[in-house]
């Protein structure tokens, strides 16, 4: 795309009018030194503009040819990768103002070119981890199944066991891709809140209650910080935050220690805010994992040991909710000391009809 130059007259003119002094003060002197009848003063003028014309015309018609023309061809090629920077209106040939948007440019691309890496290697890292997740209920339901072909079919115990099996296989399978798909809904806004107004001391009750048996498997405890007379209630989709509250109190539970404690607590942050805080005293993690966390698939424990079950995706999704409505989701932790997550959610002081918003409104 040709682009349209914007021509730069400041170095011929400063050029001409250095040319045009030296050579004036050459002229004053040689007049001085034959000592004309010709008056000094009546052609010193005359000289002055006459060289400061030829001067001018010379020194611009020679950059134009030998330097505006290759500077208007760099910007002609750059704008081929369509830098804004470039593309943008007229562009110059003054130096310092070419220096500056060449910097510009460099700095830019720069910063696009570590942009794009730091997404191959998210990339690279998201396929290598769904890959893992995947396989591992997809080898287990072909291993049982292929047993059953090759002979274990006429075994009638062996048949029901084998099938429960791959039957819990399958389930994982369609766990990973729900939770998926809900993420990917988030992500591009076609997902719709229905936003109410509820009691969020309710709704932790109901999750403590859900998850009691499994906390009672390794001995934790599932408390509020206080006792909570009186309702506290919040404008949000009761579904999706209840989802939120369970994924983060079935994390504590994982990653807890036995006879430890899941204590949930509910503030007034501002005004028309509060904060949920969920907190254990379990295995914590160092800073270095804090800012990934969120990422989907990402794990803490590198060994690739998946005891703990799940679909790796409970923090991501967690954090995408949380976004869809607007607000911000906080974590804290110290390794061997315990994790606490928080969040924010808009206070109301009584209920509300449930209303439809899309998330990408949000």
């Not at 060289?51 to 760099?74: G, H, T």
């Not at 379990?282 to 969120?294: C, K, T, V």
């Not at 909710?321 to 206070?347: C, M, N, Q, R, W």
Request: proline share 2%; net charge negative; aromatic share 10%.
């Amino acid at each position: 795309m040709a682009t349209q130059l914007k021509k730069s007259y400041k170095f011929a003119f400063r050029s001409a009018l250095f040319i045009t002094l030296f050579l004036v003060i050459c002229l004053i002197a040689f007049l001085w030194y034959v000592e004309t009848e010709v008056q000094p003063l009546i052609l010193v003028p005359l000289f002055a503009v006459l060289v400061f014309l030829v001067s001018f015309a010379i020194i611009q018609i020679r950059l134009e040819r030998y330097i505006y023309r290759r500077i208007k061809q760099i910007y002609d090629d750059v704008s081929l990768l369509e830098s804004s920077s470039f593309t943008s209106g007229s562009v110059t040939t003054d130096m310092k103002t070419l220096t500056e948007e060449i910097e510009k440019f460099a700095k830019d691309k720069k910063i696009e070119i570590d942009t794009l890496k730091i997404r191959e290697e998210y990339r690279r890292d998201f396929l290598g981890n769904i890959s893992h997740e995947l396989k591992t209920p997809l080898f287990t339901v072909q291993g049982y199944i292929l047993t059953l072909l090759d002979g274990a079919l006429e075994d009638k115990s062996v048949r029901k066991k084998y099938l429960q099996r791959a039957q819990k296989g399958v389930d994982r399978l369609i766990y990973i891709i729900k939770d998926l798909d809900l993420i990917t809904k988030l992500e591009v806004g076609d997902l719709n809140l229905e936003m109410s107004s509820f009691d969020i001391i309710e709704l932790i009750e109901n999750v403590f209650e859900l998850l009691e048996i499994k906390a009672g498997k390794k001995k934790i405890s599932l408390t509020f910080d206080m006792d909570y007379d009186t309702p506290i209630y919040v404008y949000a989709d009761r579904d999706k935050i209840q989802q939120v509250i369970t994924n983060l109190v079935v994390n504590s539970i994982k990653y807890g220690n036995e006879y430890g404690t899941t204590e949930v607590s509910v503030e007034n942050l501002i005004r028309n805010k509060v904060i949920i805080r969920i907190t254990d005293n379990g295995e914590g993690m160092s800073d270095e994992h804090i800012p990934r966390i969120f990422e989907r698939f990402y794990r803490v424990d590198k060994s690739g040991s998946r005891k703990e079950g799940g679909s790796g995706l409970g923090l991501s999704i967690v954090k995408h909710i949380i976004e869809a409505h607007g607000e911000k989701i906080y974590v804290e932790s110290v390794p061997d000391v315990g994790s606490e997550f928080s969040f924010t959610l808009e206070k109301t002081e009584s209920h509300q009809e449930p209303q439809i918003v899309s998330a990408k409104n949000n």
